[in-house]
């Protein structure tokens, strides 16, 4: 029995080895492709930051598409704790709506612009694996079932679907932010307008 729970003990601290270093190497790659962008990031940079080899990095990401992947899902983590947290308040839709675009601009700028424009692009690129699903995000879980409660409520059109209502502002969104590239007040102000008429779409 000793011996069977120094197996599994040793298991268990490699896969926190693994854990750890997968976790440098992307910090070190984020750190890369803030600096240079993902096309032109140098993978030499990156094991040099991390302190590893190369073939270390190509065993935890085969490409630079699955470092943004692993970006995507670990950022979408804390946006929907984030939002689930907001949720908890007393709210209305508009406030949903407004409260989710805040998040993501705060993510915009914690990545910086270019990461942000590199991560979008391969979100909604044909490229992206074809198992990525909606439904598996839970920002925009959270975000159709506040449409649903909002429909039940008669606060919308009966026939919405709010996984349709959820896709389109999420898409419509990261459009807007991608295109209006200049921060300030006039792009607060056509932010303030996507909310507007997301609403007028679904509200009788």
């Known amino acids: 029995m000793r011996h069977n729970g120094r197996v599994r003990e040793t298991a268990t601290n490699r896969e926190a080895q693994r854990r750890r270093t997968r976790a440098r190497v992307l910090d070190a790659a984020i750190v890369e492709f803030q600096r240079a962008g993902s096309n032109s990031a140098d ?4 094991v040099e930051a991390a302190g590893v ?3 270390t990095f190509y065993f935890h990401f085969p490409t630079k598409e699955h470092v943004l992947l692993e970006l995507i899902r670990r950022d979408e983590d804390y946006l929907g704790e984030e939002l689930s947290r907001f949720l908890e308040t007393r709210h209305d839709l508009e406030a949903v709506l ?5 998040l993501v601009v705060e993510l915009e700028n914690r990545w910086g612009a270019a990461l942000f424009r590199d991560v979008i692009s391969l979100y909604f690129s044909p490229s992206l694996v074809q198992d990525e699903q909606w439904s598996r995000h839970p920002t925009f879980v959270l975000l ?16 919405v679907e709010a996984y349709d209502a959820a896709a389109f ?19 607060d102000v056509v932010l303030e307008k996507f909310v507007k008429s997301t609403l007028r779409s679904l509200r009788p």
């Not at 407004?98 to 805040?102: D, L, M, Q, W």
């Not at 159709?144 to 026939?159: M, P, S, T």
């Open 98 to 102: 407004t409260e989710i675009i805040r």
């Open 144 to 159: 159709a079932a506040e449409v649903e409660r909002a429909r039940i409520r008669g606060e919308l059109y009966d026939d």
């Open 53 to 55: 080899a190369r073939s």
């Open 169 to 187: 502002f999420l898409i419509g969104l990261h459009a807007v932010l991608i295109s209006a590239r200049d921060t300030g007040t006039a792009r």
């Open 43 to 46: 993978i030499n940079a990156i």
